[in-house]
């Protein structure tokens, strides 16, 4: 059958046909711009403790967000808020559950009991020869036990600091030096240091130099990098090797809506960074 149109008719029908064909186009083109669909890429804000000056802001975070950058093409870009300047150390994982931050790297250990499981791998007696053998052994502990009180968020990974020491302004060489002296430390870490006979004083490791400037305390546990990281060699006199006492664990962990609004492509990308 063979219709025909006023040529008015014809030329509003062209004209619909033509805006529908330029719709469809314009989706298909964006739809690739984005990690989540839009046009503008995805940018997520990470907030953690170290100040910008620490090998770990400058060897770990930026390298990994510019990594991911890439890895995305540009889909996903990641800034840095080191020092605290966007939640406190402290307040770093809740913040990212309720996102305050779309990122968030800090330590387990500074919201003591919340994270019943994930304290196994601080205990005290497991001494491991560097940090990335005891990342490892998290890492994939972790993946095995996949605790629920981790679901919250998306953890990406974890990290440990390895073993720690002493680090004081009189020297330490027996049980009765720890009585009832007071050392920055918190976990089991601070527990165990109790169970010694001295006095554990929670804080972030971001508030022990002016802590041990102070007078506030009289040490700090930690790994060996807060001498320098830190700049705590500046008001440590003595160090007690204690690798047996200390290992402490990192979260880098990311709000579930944020990572459930990336593609099933640029995850895949991410996880393998």
Known sequence: MHICFPRNKRLIISLVLLAILGSITGCSGSAGNSSNGSSQPLELRLAHFWPDSHPAERELVQPWAK???????????????????????????????????????????????????????????????????????AWEGIKQLNPVEIQDTKLLMVLTTGPGDLYTKKPIT?????????????????????????TPVGMAQSEAYEA??????????????????????????????????????????????????????????????
């Not at 559950?97 to 330590?107: L, M, P, T, W």
């Open 212 to 273: 041990m400037s102070k007078g506030i305390v009289q040490g700090n546990l930690g790994p060996i990098e807060v001498l320098r990281g830190w700049r705590q060699a500046e008001v440590t006199k003595c160090v007690t090797l204690t690798p047996f006492l200390y290992n402490t664990l990192f979260f880098v962990t990311m709000n579930q809506d944020k990572w459930n609004s990336i593609s099933a492509a640029d995850q895949e990308v991410i996880e393998q960074i």
């Open 67 to 137: 990594a991911i950058e890439e890895a995305t093409e540009g889909r996903v870009r990641i800034t840095s808020y080191p020092n605290q300047t966007l939640l406190q150390a402290d307040g770093i994982y809740d913040g990212v559950v309720n996102g305050e931050a779309d990122i968030g790297i800090s330590c387990f250990s500074y919201t003591r009991g919340r994270f019943p499981v994930l304290e196994v791998f601080e205990l005290p007696g497991f001494t491991y020869p560097n940090s990335e053998v005891a990342s490892r052994v």
């Open 174 to 198: 027996n049980l009765e030096d720890l009585k009832g002296l007071e050392i920055r430390a918190t976990g089991l870490s601070a527990k165990t240091l109790e169970a010694l006979g001295a």
